[in-house]
Nanobody
């Protein structure tokens, strides 16, 4: 079992930045591929980005490519989502998730992830 806790959300003006953190606890002896998703009210869950288990390969959704960056710090069992040039459309609850995968695979679909955090709200004002 792995528990994931997101933090770092909040209110920011358009053009600003935020860094979300996702801290893992429990059985972290196995390195997981880690992903970020978001869901805005009335919308489907959207893939934001993910980082592979071992090789630190990354993959991003088209709407955040070039603005968001995912990194991981395995010694702290923590994954980060650096969000720059934020837009009002980025307003959503952001979730991190963990997936058991091969070392190079980067999952981008929700059903590929086994563990989920409770989410953190990000609100971008215009």
């Amino acid at each position: 079992q792995v528990q994931l806790v997101e933090s770092g959300g909040g209110l920011v003006q358009a053009g600003g930045s935020l860094r979300l953190s996702c801290a893992a606890s429990g059985d972290t002896s196995y390195n997981y591929a880690m992903g970020w998703f978001r869901q805005a009210p009335g919308k489907e869950r959207e893939f934001v980005g993910a980082v592979s288990r071992r090789v630190d390969g990354t993959l991003y959704g088209d709407s955040v490519k070039g603005r968001f960056t995912i990194s991981r710090e395995d010694a702290k069992a923590t994954v980060y989502l650096q969000m720059n040039s934020l837009k009002p459309d980025d307003t959503a609850v952001y979730y991190c998730a963990a997936a058991r995968t091969g070392p190079w695979y980067i999952p981008r679909f929700g059903h590929e992830y086994e563990y989920w955090g409770q989410g953190t709200q990000v609100t971008v004002s215009s």
